[in-house]
């Protein structure tokens, strides 16, 4: 399937502001996401964060994963939802991050990994049968397994905070691709309904995880 030029200006956006930052360290500073700022009504990082990236290798990563996924979301349900879903996802991410994070007002984060797992969740649902490659597996692999994975690592990376990733990102960005996939295709609850359920099983461990306070 051809990229859609709404994938493309999306991936543009985020390498050419991506680079900004890399090279400015005041613009990087002033729109990455920072609880902060924010609580003190700089809502602008909410979404400006999403196309900030620390690196070029965190940058090549995420714009791959979007960039093999995307086509099965804006594929089915068309280019305007494919970009609902995204940024729905990316402010899920951010929300939740927000939530968890609130009393920590130094913790900063930045990429479009909460966005980019919303549309790997979204793309899942919409086709179960979808498998990818990983450089150190040489067969392929249920897209589903990868997903429910991820999430379970990140559980992990959001309970040990031993790393600079954004753990939480990804589940509040998983979530919002979850719900509105379904929002947008409600079909997907009887077409798909086991995948449905394989994929809720990570979002209810975190959710029950985060009310017991052990994230």
Do not use: C, W
Not at 178 to 197: A, E, G
């Amino acid at each position: 399937m051809n990229a859609s030029i709404f994938l493309i200006i999306l991936i543009a956006a985020t390498v050419i502001i991506s680079f900004k930052g890399f090279e400015d360290s005041y613009f990087f500073s002033k729109y990455q996401f920072h609880i902060g700022s924010i609580k003190r009504g700089d809502q602008i990082r909410m979404l400006s964060s999403g196309f900030l990236h620390a690196d070029i290798g965190h940058l090549a990563f995420n714009m791959l994963s979007l960039y093999f996924f995307a086509p099965v979301v804006y594929g089915d349900l068309g280019n305007y939802a494919f970009l609902l879903i995204y940024f729905a996802s990316l402010l899920f991410g951010n929300m939740l991050t927000l939530y968890i994070h609130n009393n920590d007002t130094n913790y900063r984060a930045i990429g479009a990994s909460g966005a980019v797992t919303g549309i790997i969740y979204s793309a899942i649902l919409l086709d179960p049968t979808l498998q990818i490659f990983l450089f150190f597996i040489p067969i392929p692999i249920p897209a589903y397994l990868f997903g429910i994975g991820y999430l379970l690592y990140s559980i992990y990376g959001m309970k040990a905070k031993n790393d600079n990733i954004g753990h939480t990102a990804h589940f509040g960005g998983a979530i919002g691709g979850y719900l509105f996939s379904i929002l947008i295709h409600p079909s997907i609850l009887q077409d798909n309904f086991f995948m449905v359920v394989v994929l809720l099983v990570p979002i209810v461990i975190m959710a029950v995880m985060a009310k017991q306070g052990k994230l």
